[in-house]
């Protein structure tokens, strides 16, 4: 079960084309419901035909998350307007015209092909849309700062300041009827401000009578009642509540000067302040608000869990950087003094080499992320620094094949089996040895391999590099990357596998 789970987690979060899917499905079922008698027969055919017809809209889903790695901001806004645009279009153009009597004979209407054109160009549009909006609205500062009470207060004043202006539009019918007609007259709007402004607070306070009771749910008798005394002492508190403010509040809204002389404010829609359906109105929103105020609350609980798991994680994470950068300079350090007693010409050479290597591990190692091209960099320097160290000859060899130019990887870990290899294959051999790096990448994975030869009398023992390794993936890429290690009879390989947001 929980493998599935995986696997649709990393369907619908690679690609949209299931959202099409759908709308394929439920473009059938609606038209399947016009179609007296119904029958599986006629469904099936329009899934098939209606599919049929927007096979290139799911192909181009489907491969849209690797066009949007491998192709320009430009290119790929060019093929998404062939495909939504030219293509839907054209379709919708030749099926009305041609196609349609074919393959539906049924169905009368000719717009039937325009009109699902136009609903999948506006679902795409939406996607993109929202896609957008996640990337972007969290970083906009007042929404960070925006929470659901806010977000209520904002949808309220928009309301009252909508009502008002149909109001205001429609002035006479107002006034002499009471109703407010959906329409507006942007003219009368602006000629009318103040008397729009008077029309706006009202209408709020009517609101704000509603959120009262909303709020004193939310912050008291939830939190207070609900959880520590149960659901018995909660309605009783609910009870309370709304017998003791529903009147006050009623009578308010009765000494408000539209409801003297346009129309009453009250949910009873008269001037009876004491009408049970005013107090019904009051209790009702308390109720109904429980549910969204404990989802609410469980997703700030989740959040804050979440923020501090990050935190410790973090932590454990510097803590093992701390353990590895160290690890590699004793070693260099000490091989480096073995070559200033020597008097090598070598020396100079080696110290511009690590503090080049320095340079990297003191200002990138303690960042959360680098770019990949430079933890290759940094690889690269690492083995000519070895080469020049050691005085030994050994086969090298670099295969890279990179799709994603963007990609970002923790800085300094997969120095660590670069290190495993040097010091359990490359230093202790007498005889050939080599040293063999695989880096590869596409939209969807990240493989970096590392294979390298081994004396048979050496264990190739796992230290404190290869445990940090495991412990840092399993803290930076929990359930996305696989790492195994292979031992055959001369020969080490590691291979780590990285799947790629």
């Not at 696997?7 to 690609?15: A, Q, S, V, W």
């Not at 325009?114 to 007042?142: C, D, H, M, Q, R």
């Not at 990138?364 to 992320?369: A, R, S, T």
């Amino acid at each position: 079960m929980k493998w599935l789970v995986q696997k649709i987690e990393t369907f619908t979060l690679k690609n949209d084309v299931w959202i099409f899917i759908g709308a394929i499905l439920l473009i059938s079922l609606f038209q399947n419901t016009f179609a007296l008698p119904y029958s599986w027969g006629k469904y099936l055919y329009y899934m098939f035909i209606v599919g049929l017809y927007l096979l290139p809209v799911l192909v181009f889903e489907y491969q849209k998350p690797k066009l949007k790695n491998r192709l320009s901001s430009w290119s790929f806004i060019g093929i998404w307007i062939s495909v939504y645009l030219v293509y839907l279009f054209l379709a919708a153009l030749i099926m009305q015209t041609r196609g349609q009597a074919a393959l539906l004979p049924e169905i009368p209407h000719h717009e039937f092909f325009p009109v699902i054109s136009l609903i999948i160009f506006w679902l795409a549009a939406g996607v993109e849309a929202n896609t957008y909006l996640i990337k972007k609205l969290p970083k906009v500062k007042w929404i960070q700062q925006l929470n659901l009470d806010k977000a209520i207060l904002i949808i309220l004043l928009g309301m009252s300041l909508l009502l008002s202006a149909m109001a205001v539009s429609n002035l006479e019918q107002f006034r002499d009827e009471g109703l407010i007609y959906p329409s507006l007259d942007f003219t009368a709007i602006i000629s009318h401000p103040i008397l729009l402004l008077h029309f706006t607070w009202q209408f709020l306070f009517t609101y704000l009578a509603g959120y009262f009771f909303y709020f004193i749910n939310k912050n008291f008798l939830v939190p207070i009642l609900l959880r520590p005394k149960g659901i018995l002492i909660y309605l009783c508190s609910v009870i309370l509540c709304t017998v003791l403010f529903y009147p006050i509040l009623a009578q308010l809204l009765l000494f408000l000067p539209i409801s003297q002389n346009i129309m009453s404010l009250l949910p009873s829609d008269n001037h009876l302040v004491f009408d049970p359906i005013n107090g019904l109105i009051p209790f009702c929103i308390m109720i109904f608000s429980v549910p969204i105020i404990l989802v609410i609350q469980w997703f700030q609980q989740n959040n804050k869990i979440t923020t501090l798991e990050k935190e410790k994680a973090t932590v454990e994470l510097g803590f093992l950087k701390q353990q590895i950068n160290p690890h590699f300079f004793f070693n260099t350090l000490n091989n480096l003094y073995a070559l200033s007693l020597k008097k090598s010409n070598d020396t100079p050479e080696v110290i511009l080499q690590l503090s080049e290597l320095m340079r990297y591990v003191i200002y990138k190692g303690k960042e959360q992320l680098v770019p990949l091209s430079e933890e290759v960099n940094y690889i690269q320097d690492y083995i000519n620094l070895q080469q020049i160290r050691l005085h030994k000859s050994f086969a090298f060899k670099l295969d890279k094949q990179i799709d994603k130019n963007d990609i970002l990887t923790p800085p300094l870990l997969l120095i660590i089996l670069v290190e495993n290899a040097f010091k359990h294959g490359i230093e202790p051999a007498e005889q050939a040895c080599f040293i063999n790096i695989n880096i590869r990448s596409d939209a969807e994975e990240f493989i970096f391999q590392c294979e390298n030869s081994f004396e048979e009398s050496d264990e190739a023992a796992e230290g404190i590099g290869l445990n940090n390794l495991r412990r840092r993936l399993l803290l930076r890429y929990p359930d996305r990357h696989t790492f195994q290690v292979e031992r055959t009879h001369n020969t080490f390989k590691a291979t780590l596998k990285i799947s790629l947001p």
